[in-house]
């Protein structure tokens, strides 16, 4: 069976510090990857997707970035923390886009 | 612009006492709608996806319906652990690729 994992799963981070929160999944192969931010009040904001290995698709301009260097590993990151960067940050993923997206646990993001 | 309104807010029902939740959406070409769970802490987990208007789908105490304008999640007799956020997300073409907007849940707690 198909399993996605996300680390760590709570962060606390000084502001103007890097960050790199990467997310695995098990079981399939060429999965569509996504990661969201929740914040509190707010739906889940989608961030950037990837259809295939070095594709990565932006959905808001931001303060991060997208990687993927393997098949079924996604990586988000920042040069430099804000405060507004806070949040809870989800990984997903799916076989199609027009399939169910299953997502990991997710990591709590604290910048101080 | 595509928008995903959900309501309430926030239910609290006895154990017992059913009722509906609402995902009322705006959106050009409907590909599909899906109900997820979301625990404290945890990632969403997917529940159902409904593709037509009159399409129905139910899993134990809960049965999702969509019009052309609406979804609702039924809860028949529900228990304290049906206890959760349910998030509501609609998928239409965006750009050539379909990504999914979500709406910002509705918070239900099953007291005993």
């Known amino acids: 069976s198909q399993t996605i994992h996300q680390w760590p799963a709570t962060l606390v981070q000084p502001v103007g510090s890097p960050l790199s929160l990467e997310c695995t999944v098990e079981g399939t192969s060429n999965p569509n990857l996504y990661w969201y931010r929740q914040a509190a009040g707010r739906g889940l904001q989608l961030l950037f997707y990837?259809?295939?290995?070095?594709?990565i698709s932006s959905e808001v301009p931001q303060n991060l970035s997208a990687s993927r260097p393997q098949d079924r590993q996604f990586i988000l990151s920042s040069k430099k923390l804000l405060l507004s960067d806070s949040g809870f940050y989800l990984c997903?993923?799916?076989?199609?886009?027009?399939?169910?997206?299953?997502f990991g646990d997710g990591t709590r993001l604290s910048i101080l | 612009e595509d928008q995903v309104t959900q309501s309430p807010e926030a239910l609290r029902l006895q154990e017992g006492e059913s009722s509906s939740l609402n995902c009322s959406y705006t959106v050009s070409g409907l590909r599909g709608l899906f109900w997820y769970r979301q625990d404290p802490g945890k990632g969403p987990e997917f529940l159902f996806t409904?593709?037509?208007a009159g399409e129905e789908k139910e899993k134990e105490r809960l049965k999702a319906t969509l019009t052309k304008k609406e979804s609702f999640l039924h809860i028949t007799a529900p228990k304290p652990e049906d206890s959760a956020t349910y998030l509501c997300a609609v998928q239409a073409p965006t750009s050539g690729y379909s990504t999914l907007t979500f709406g910002k849940g509705t918070m239900l707690l099953v007291s005993p």
């Open positions: 997903a993923w799916n076989t199609a886009s027009n399939q169910p997206q299953h």
């Open positions: 409904l593709y037509s």
């Open positions: 990837s259809v295939g290995i070095g594709q």
